[in-house]
């Protein structure tokens, strides 16, 4: 039983995490950190999930960190807990993660969102790094996932002023995949979880392998590493399916093997 989020299978294939804290705008504590990554972890084994969405709510996706758990620290207490690692589980999920932004994503909530594959940002959607304002700097990969995302002189800008951007900012910045109106945005999400779903699932899975790859490794051998996954493909029976249904016109039916 979780108290943090919510957790449903919405259409074929598709699971979702809903963000339940309203009364502090989806703030991450760690009890939610504990829920969102063990739940992610076992859909993550689910043979029947090809994706999942993560998601909050319309008026925030999650605004930080909860700085009032926080607040309290002291140095020794978040170094001996090794505050904000339980994150990195999020990071082994191999089922690829769409996140669903409307409104806040903030300091961890913006964070969170960048350990998701493909972004979708409702029209109102707003990121920031607000950690400066508090004394602090950006804890669960602000400072590495937001470079590496938008380059180094918006990073400075964003993680040095705390200052908010809204959806199309992000969106001409690389931040995020796409706008979607924020009516369309729960249907949206769920559609895109499902197309990617619908597909080989070793495929996506060895495709998200590879696009991550690129962000650990130099070109020459980031090519190599993709091209031996690419090789990899022709041991699954979807890629006879998958190429045979193309040449006999018609839509392949993958059963994800
Ligand atoms: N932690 C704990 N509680 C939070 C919170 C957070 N990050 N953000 C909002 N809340 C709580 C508020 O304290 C408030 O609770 P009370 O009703 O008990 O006072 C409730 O949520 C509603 O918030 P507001 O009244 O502030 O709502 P608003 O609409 O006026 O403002 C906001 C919205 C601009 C997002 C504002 O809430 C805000 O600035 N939040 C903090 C954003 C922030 O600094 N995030 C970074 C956190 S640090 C971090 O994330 C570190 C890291 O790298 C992982």
Same mark, same amino acid.
């Given at each position: 039983m979780t108290e943090t989020i919510l957790v449903d299978r919405? =259409?074929?294939?598709?699971?979702?995490?809903?963000?339940?804290?309203?009364?502090?705008? #989806?703030?991450? #504590?760690?009890?939610?950190? #504990?829920?969102?990554?063990a739940a992610a972890a076992e859909l993550d084994r689910d043979p029947d999930i090809g994706a999942i969405v993560l998601t909050g709510s319309a008026k925030a996706f999650a605004a930080g960190a909860d700085?009032? $758990?926080? &607040?309290?620290?002291? !140095?020794? $207490?978040?170094?001996?807990?090794?505050?904000?690692?339980?994150?990195? *589980?999020l990071g082994r999920v191999r089922t690829?993660?769409? =996140?669903?932004?409307?409104?806040?994503?903030?300091?961890?909530?913006?964070e969170?969102?960048?350990?998701?594959?493909?972004?979708?940002a409702a029209d109102t959607a707003k990121f920031g790094q607000p950690e400066i304002t508090l004394g602090v700097i950006p804890g669960m990969g602000g400072s590495q996932r937001l470079t590496r995302a938008i380059g180094k002189a918006k990073a400075m800008d964003l993680v040095l002023t705390g200052r908010m951007?809204? =959806?199309?900012?992000?969106e001409r910045a690389g931040l995020v995949s796409r706008i979607v109106? =924020?009516?369309?945005?729960?249907? $949206?999400?769920?559609? *895109?979880? &499902?197309?990617? &779903?619908a597909m080989s699932k070793p495929a996506a899975m060895l495709a998200k392998e590879a696009v991550n790859r690129a962000f650990e490794t130099s070109l020459s051998e980031g090519l190599l590493f993709e091209r031996r996954l690419f090789h990899s493909t022709f041991? *699954? &029976?979807?890629?006879?399916e998958g190429m045979t249904a193309f040449v006999e016109?018609?839509?392949?039916? !993958?059963?994800?093997?």
């Open positions: 919405p =259409a074929e294939r598709v699971a979702r995490i809903t963000l339940n804290r309203p009364q502090a705008l #989806n703030a991450l #504590n760690r009890q939610a950190m #504990n829920e969102i990554t700085i009032k $758990e926080m &607040a309290p620290q002291s !140095f020794s $207490e978040v170094y001996a807990a090794d505050w904000f690692a339980g994150w990195e *589980t690829p993660l769409v =996140a669903a932004v409307a409104g806040y994503a903030l300091g961890g909530g913006c969170l969102a960048m350990m998701c594959d493909v972004l979708l951007i809204g =959806a199309e900012e992000a109106p =924020a009516d369309a945005l729960p249907e $949206e999400a769920v559609a *895109t979880a &499902a197309k990617i &779903a041991a *699954t &029976a979807d890629q006879k016109k018609r839509p392949p039916e !993958f059963r994800h093997g």
